[in-house]
Each structure stands twice: as C-alpha cells, then as structure tokens.
T-cell receptor, first 117, second 114 residues
Framework: AQKITQTQPGMFVQEKEAVTLDCTYDTSDPSYGLFWYKQPSSGEMIFLIYQGSYDQQNATEGRYSLNFQKARKSANLVISASQLGDSAMYFCAMRPRGGAAGNKLTFGGGTRVLVKP | GAVVSQHPSRVICKSGTSVKIECRSLDFQATTMFWYRQFPKQSLMLMATSNEGSKATYEQGVEKDKFLINHASLTLSTLTVTSAHPEDSSFYIC??????????FGPGTRLTVT
C-alpha cells in the first residue's frame, strides 16, 4: 500500500518569497512517480511537476522545483518568487509504475498556501 | 496541454433521483479515465478506474451499483449517481491520461442532493 503524508495543513508566505511544501511517502514499489498538483478555489486540479523515482536530477518547471530525496522518501515542492495567484491548496501524489496498482494516484491530505501581499 | 472537460459543473438534484456526470478528453484519446470524490477541506479519493470498452474497476468501499461508470468511447466516460442521497453531495472530479505520467483533471462537478 502507498501512503502520502503532507504535514503542513496551512502556510502563509510573503509575496516574492520562496516556500517549501513538505511531502513524504511510503511505498514498497521499486519504481514510482511523484506529482504535485495545485487546486485553486475553483476546484480544478492543475498539474505542476513530476518526478520519476529513477530520475537522476530533481525536476524543475518554471518557478516550481521538486526537492527529491529518495533515501528519506521525501518529495518537497519549492515555489520560488511567490505570487498572489499561488494561493491555493497543493497536493502531493504518487503512482506506482506498473504492477497491480496500475495508474492509480494516491494523494496526500494537502497544504493550503496563502500568499500575503 | 491536454484538456479534460466535465459536464455539468454544478448540479442540484432531489433525493432519490439519479444524476449523470460526463467526462470528456477534448484533444486526446484516453483508454483510461479515473473518477475521484472530494469532500470539503479533504483530499481526493479515487472511486474507480474507467477503462474504455470494459467494466470499471472500483476501489474498496465504493458501491458499484450506486456509482455506475460507463466508458463508451476513447474520449468519454460517464458517472451516474443512482438514487442519490444527501450524503452523496460532494465534488466529483475525473481525470484522463494523455501520456504515461501526465494525468489531466477535469474542472469537477459539484453535486448537491436535497
């Protein structure tokens, strides 16, 4: 079974500063993918960034970067230069690559980020 | 990027009636789509995996007779909530895979059962 833990229920961040959202996971699958999604108040889930468990480098997408520490089973999201539009819920998710679980995503509980002007 | 639509975005129905929610992949074909449920201030919980041309695979605890899923084509999956009750009120979100590790979500459907 897979489990995703996001220990920060809510965070405040000052505009233009960086923020790190924590995500730890537990899995017995040898190969897996890690995802971060943003969910604004409108409810849509917006894909931000992906990290494969065998990727040699940490993933980056614009202002988003993933601090992947495989030995610690953590996949923290770093948002640089925060903007007011970054205020939203952020979900970490994991999916095994292959196996009986197929393509199913398991989500963490989420972290609500509020960017202050 | 890949676009997934859902219809309706909001629906209010009376207890005991059924409601159908559509999920469409607009610019790609999806052999697999997923249906999630999200209660207020909670995370997404996978309800079922919808496979084109075959029966859906339901997660443990999800009543397949209550939540009917049909994946009739490579671009359309439907979720029908049968005999809806107030406790079925929730935010229902579908997703579809464009490429192996990119799962795109629809905008969600807010169901309110009165």
């Amino acid at each position: 079974a897979q489990k995703i833990t996001q220990t920060q229920p809510g965070m405040f961040v000052q505009e233009k500063e960086a923020v790190t959202l924590d995500c730890t996971y537990d899995t017995s699958d040898p190969s897996y993918g890690l995802f971060w999604y943003k969910q604004p108040s409108s409810g849509e889930m917006i894909f931000l960034i992906y990290q494969g468990s065998y990727d040699q480098q940490n993933a980056t997408e614009g202002r988003y970067s993933l601090n992947f520490q495989k030995a610690r089973k953590s996949a923290n999201l770093v948002i640089s230069a925060s903007q007011l539009g970054d205020s939203a819920m952020y979900f970490c998710a994991m999916r095994p690559r292959g196996g009986a679980a197929g393509n199913k995503l398991t989500f963490g509980g989420g972290t609500r980020v509020l960017v202050k002007p | 990027g890949a676009v997934v639509s859902q219809h309706p975005s909001r629906v209010i129905c009376k207890s005991g009636t059924s409601v159908k929610i559509e999920c469409r992949s607009l610019d790609f074909q999806a052999t697999t789509m997923f249906w999630y449920r999200q209660f207020p201030k909670q995370s997404l919980m996978l309800m079922a995996t919808s496979n084109e041309g075959s029966k859906a695979t339901y997660e443990q605890g999800v009543e397949k007779d209550k939540f009917l899923i049909n994946h009739a084509s490579l671009t359309l999956s439907t979720l029908t909530v049968t005999s809806a009750h107030p406790e079925d009120s929730s935010f229902y979100i579908c997703s579809a895979e464009d490429r192996p590790h990119e799962q795109y979500f629809g905008p969600g459907t807010r169901l309110t059962v009165t």
